[in-house]
């Protein structure tokens, strides 16, 4: 008897130990309150691109050989510049996790510009650490115990995308939905992020754009709706919807640029910029993008095929105001784009990868009562639509810059004349998770012709390679040449009205991502 009490004594001591355990290892570690993620990011850039204008010498946006001035020249450029990135965190205990602080800035510069009396991005010389610096997010997000849904109040991410930026990457919205096509910016405004059921997720946003005059009906705005979903583990489909109401009248905006379909701003960043006839360019304008997009074992969860597409279009009415508003034409473009990858190796750097891109244009603009081509955030802000799922360098924007981001064709869009593109990359894991390299190929055709040149806007090769210094410290060497086509034949296809030499750029990176 007392044998088996002190067996029973053993296990009840035992097991009370092991649940003991288990409750030490099963607690989660304290969240912090207060949080810090870096970027550091410095390039040095070697080319024969330069603007051509004094004036533009900092920060530089938009399409290549437009109204930034930008175009190849004889010599050969060579600058260092440099960003850093600090974002901040706050969630208080007393709080229980209900609201959340975030804040992003970012500090941008060429080495050496300028010191007194700079714009934006500049501030790189002797004594002028007091100038470079902007704010991208200063929001508070709002999430109840328990709650499968958020709302966040504030300067925060605009993407085309359901997915909510706080806790989502930005790789992700580069290689989903719309892939930063259209949205790809930051605004003021409310948004909330829903997890609609376990497979389904859901987005509703509304972003006050511009507010010119506040006692005047003069505004632009932005309501958004997204849903995505999983039908099965390896397949998901979504759709939007967005409208803008845009009541600016050509008003306000960006400096001496503006701001709208009609403003000196649409032709700086490549984008469609209407002209109606006369002297009067105010309007107003109904604007709708009705889109859907799909996607196949994204992020190679389960095996070695990755594909995904989207389909949007355009849908409005615009309407010039004068003495009286009178209809200037219907709004209807289409774009669409899909790719496919495949992962031939053990990691996913080992892939070989292929895009395509078509977006509808228009020769006539609104002089035949019908525009045709694609509308995006680049005719409210620069820039605010930033394809570069495609990996190009210089065809298409590359994401890799800090104060110089332009490309042959910067807005999907390419100037209201469509465009027809297609990317293929091959990258390779050299040593595995360590040292990568990557050799790529874009091309594309305009949809629309000038006078005096063809389609063929050019062809681009580029190489990279990437190396690990330690983990989340990387130092990248990229390379890149456009051929560029007879499309530059035509006189109107470039700002100076004369054929520009064949663009390159070769430049080094260190980034650290910091936490």
Do not use: C
Request: aromatic share 14%.
């Amino acid at each position: 008897m007392k044998l088996i009490l002190a067996i029973h004594i053993i296990l009840f001591l035992f097991i009370g130990n092991l649940f003991a355990q288990d409750d030490l290892r099963l607690k989660d570690p304290a969240q912090k309150e207060f949080q810090f993620i870096g970027y550091s990011f410095t390039r040095g850039t070697s080319s024969n691109v330069t603007p051509t204008n004094d004036i533009l010498q900092g920060q530089v946006i938009g399409r290549l050989f437009g109204p930034n001035s930008t175009n190849t020249v004889p010599q050969t450029s060579a600058y260092g510049e440099q960003r850093f990135v600090p974002f901040f965190i706050y969630r208080p205990s007393i709080l229980d996790g209900f609201a959340t602080f975030r804040a992003l800035f970012k500090i941008d510069y060429t080495w050496g510009d300028q010191a007194y009396g700079v714009g934006n991005n500049r501030g790189g010389a002797i004594n002028a650490g007091q100038v470079n610096m902007q704010t991208l997010l200063a929001n508070v997000e709002i999430r109840p115990e328990d709650s499968d849904w958020n709302v966040v109040v504030g300067m925060q991410r605009l993407f085309d995308n359901v997915r909510d930026p706080n806790v989502n990457t930005l790789q992700t919205a580069q290689t989903s939905a719309y892939k930063l096509s259209f949205w790809g910016t930051q605004a003021v405004g409310i948004s909330s992020f829903a997890d609609l059921s376990s497979v389904t997720k859901g987005r509703f946003s509304y972003f006050q754009l511009w507010e010119n005059e506040i006692s005047k009906n003069d505004d632009v705005a932005l309501w958004m709706l997204d849903v995505d979903s999983r039908i099965s583990p390896l397949f998901e489909v979504g759709g939007s919807l967005w409208y803008v109401w845009d009541k600016g009248k050509n008003a306000g905006g960006i400096s001496v640029l503006g701001q709208g379909l009609a403003s000196a701003l649409a032709d700086y960043n490549g984008a469609t910029r209407l002209k109606f006839s006369g002297t009067n360019q105010k309007y107003e304008a109904n604007i709708a993008w009705i889109g859907g997009h799909a996607a196949y074992n994204r992020d190679f969860l389960a095996g070695r095929i990755w594909a995904d597409a989207f389909l949007i279009a355009n849908v409005g009415i615009i309407d010039t105001v004068g003495v009286e508003t009178s209809k200037a034409a219907n709004l209807l473009g289409v774009a669409a784009n899909a790719s496919i990858n495949y992962k031939y190796g053990m990691t996913a750097s080992d892939k070989i990868t292929f895009e395509a891109l078509y977006t509808s244009g228009d020769e006539n603009g609104v002089s035949d009562g019908t525009v045709n081509s694609v509308i995006t955030g680049n005719v409210y802000g620069s820039p605010v639509g930033i394809y570069s799922a495609h990996r190009a360098l210089l065809l298409f924007p590359d994401a890799q810059v800090v104060n110089r981001y332009y490309s042959v064709v910067q807005d999907i869009s390419n100037m209201g004349y469509g465009v027809t593109a297609a990317f293929l990359n091959l990258y390779k894991d050299i040593i595995p998770n360590k040292f990568s390299g990557k050799i790529g190929f874009a091309s594309a055709l305009s949809n629309v012709k000038l006078a005096g040149g063809g389609s063929y806007m050019g062809t681009e090769v580029n190489v990279e390679f990437k190396y690990n210094l330690k983990v989340f410290l990387t130092l990248g060497v990229s390379a890149g040449y456009v051929a560029l086509g007879d499309f530059f034949d035509a006189p109107s296809s470039t700002y100076s009205n004369t054929r520009p030499k064949d663009p390159w750029v070769f430049f080094t990176t260190l980034s650290w991502l910091m936490f």
